[in-house]
């Protein structure tokens, strides 16, 4: 056998779960220019009657985004939703304090479940739980998905709304543990205050969903115990814990940035442990799931944004968060999303934070086009073709040390069966940065099941990125990379590579 190797091997019966397809959800937060300039622009070239920008529509369409995260983010945290529904001329503009903004509310919860629909997209509502509580929670709730009849849902039928949204999925808040956050709170205060504001909502209408904060990230000095005290506290009455997580690369050490979805498989494996911890100390029956809603390279554009938060004067829809993605961060994008569908079983629902401008795979110029960072191909791949049921791949590879992680497997991969289709997709990233590996796949288990495709993304240069001119960094189809010998699918991995190795039955 090669010095460098990996091995998978798929079978029907190796099932992990069938995916939830709100895995491949996003975020959009009124935050630098996500909204204004970024869904909504009245009066660019590309603007409906509405105001919202067809190519950037288009290019959401493409990816097929199941569910959109929305209005924060720390933004939440500050946000009076009723200054943003009712005649936009009378909106009142406010000093927005998570990023130092001003907010002119033309666009809100009406605006926005509007620009969903033309998405294809569902809503996954936010509630303020920092400045305010339980009434406005309430309020919105009623607003949004109660049919009439009633304060607030009378109020959005002469807004012109007369069907409800029916917004099934609800986050109580948003990083709560953080200082940074707008009414931070201790685990405790918070998971009292979820726990109530859950009980409450869940009258209004018991059908939704709804998630608890965990952890803003790992580095918390209160984590994983922020999670046991507000499942202590909210377990009965919420059905999702959130995890946060960002990597980078400012020491530029590539190898050692590759490995970082290991910290994230780590991590989605301490949170599971944490909640049936507390599963086990309430005799409970149910299990909470994860939202992973919020996840993503994020790292190049700190410096500047820290200056910028500090020295410029409030102003509508700054540049900020736009960092300018590479080759290398696509690499570790596809790696997370891997890492998502391999726990597909306990983490039912993640966000890519975030779709437009900021922290985002498409891009829009202000007098210019829409364009896709690196990130949106492994996204695309992973959102189109990763329908159906994980498999556990039995992955056996060769492995490396980095600088923080060991035993890093040269090859990561997971495989996914869409069995209506009868296809499977077999998404491997190679990380070693200088050799090739070939992929052997064994599909004993799936006879029948031939070669369709096997698209590639790969560069030489790790910090190449793309531009409103110039698709440096985009897939290709791959034709001299794959040899069948027997049930064995051979599949040659160039350095540094996502792969995503189609099949479907001859
Ligand atoms: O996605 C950007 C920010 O990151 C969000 O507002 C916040 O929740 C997180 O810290």
């Given at each position: 056998m090669d010095r460098k190797f990996a091995r998978i091997t798929l079978d029907p019966?190796?099932?992990?779960?069938?995916?939830?397809?709100?895995?491949y959800g996003s975020f959009v937060e009124h935050?630098?220019?996500?909204?204004?300039?970024?869904v909504y622009q009245p009066?660019?070239?590309?603007?409906?009657e509405e105001g919202f920008r067809k190519d950037v529509l288009d290019l959401v369409r493409e990816i097929g985004v199941p569910i959109v995260r929305y209005?924060?983010?720390?933004?939440?945290?500050?946000?009076?939703?009723?200054?943003?529904?009712?005649?936009v001329a009378e909106r009142p503009r406010r000093l927005e304090l998570a990023w130092r903004s001003t907010e002119t509310?033309?666009?809100?919860v009406n605006e926005f479940a509007r620009w969903a629909k033309k998405a294809g997209t569902d809503l996954m509502m936010a509630v303020n739980?920092?400045?305010?509580g339980i009434d406005a929670a309430c309020n919105l709730l009623e607003y949004c998905n109660h049919p009439s009849g009633t304060k607030y849902s009378d109020m959005r039928v002469a807004h012109?709304?007369?069907?409800?949204?029916?917004?099934?999925t609800w986050c109580l808040?948003?990083?709560?543990?953080?200082?940074?956050?707008?009414g931070h709170k201790t685990a405790r205060e918070y998971g009292r205050l979820a726990d109530e504001t859950a009980k409450a909502l869940r009258q209004i209408d018991p059908s939704i969903e709804l998630v608890a904060c965990g952890s803003s990230?790992?580095?918390?000095?209160?984590y994983p115990q922020w999670e046991a005290s507000v499942l202590e506290e909210a377990y009965d009455s919420v059905d999702y814990i959130s995890l946060h997580t960002y990597y980078g690369n400012p020491d530029n050490d590539t190898r050692n940035f590759l490995a970082r979805s290991d910290d994230m498989d780590y991590f989605i494996r301490t949170v599971t442990s944490t909640c049936d911890f507390v599963k086990a100390k309430k005799r409970a029956k149910k299990n909470i799931m994860l939202s992973f809603d919020e996840w993503n390279v994020w790292f190049h554009s700190n410096e500047s944004d820290n200056d910028a938060m500090a020295n410029r004067p409030w102003s509508v829809a700054?540049?900020?968060?736009e960092d300018r993605y590479t080759f290398e961060d696509a690499l570790l994008v596809g790696l997370m999303l891997i890492t998502l569908m391999k726990h597909s079983d306990r983490v039912r629902m993640a966000c890519?934070?975030?779709?437009?401008?900021?922290?985002?795979?498409i891009m829009t110029e202000e007098n210019g086009p829409a364009w896709k960072q690196t990130i949106y191909y492994p996204y695309l791949h992973a959102s189109k073709y990763g329908r159906g049921i994980a498999l556990n791949p039995a992955l056996r590879s060769s492995r490396h040390d980095t600088k923080d992680f060991s035993?890093?497997?040269d090859v990561e991969s997971v495989a996914v069966w869409n069995d209506e289709k009868e296809e499977i997709t077999v998404f491997a990233v190679n990380?070693?940065?200088e050799e090739s590996i070939v992929l052997e796949t064994d599909l004993r288990g799936f006879p029948g099941y031939v070669l369709q495709e096997h698209i590639v993304l790969e560069h030489e240069e790790f910090k190449a990125a793309n531009s409103p001119a110039a698709q440096a960094v985009s897939p290709k189809i791959a034709t001299d990379r794959d040899q069948r010998e027997g049930d064995i699918l051979k599949s040659r991995l160039s350095p540094a590579s996502w792969n995503v190795i189609r099949l479907g039955k001859a």
């Open positions: 019966d190796f099932q992990i779960s069938r995916i939830d397809k709100r895995i935050l630098g220019r996500a909204v204004y300039g970024g009066g660019h070239p590309s603007a409906d209005p924060g983010g720390n933004f939440v945290s500050n946000y009076f939703w009723e200054d943003g529904v009712g005649p509310n033309e666009v809100g739980l920092g400045t305010r012109g709304v007369k069907e409800p949204h029916n917004i099934k808040g948003n990083e709560m543990d953080g200082p940074w956050q707008v990230n790992t580095g918390m000095p209160s700054p540049h900020l968060l890519l934070a975030q779709l437009v401008n900021v922290i985002a795979p035993g890093v497997t990380r070693d940065l």
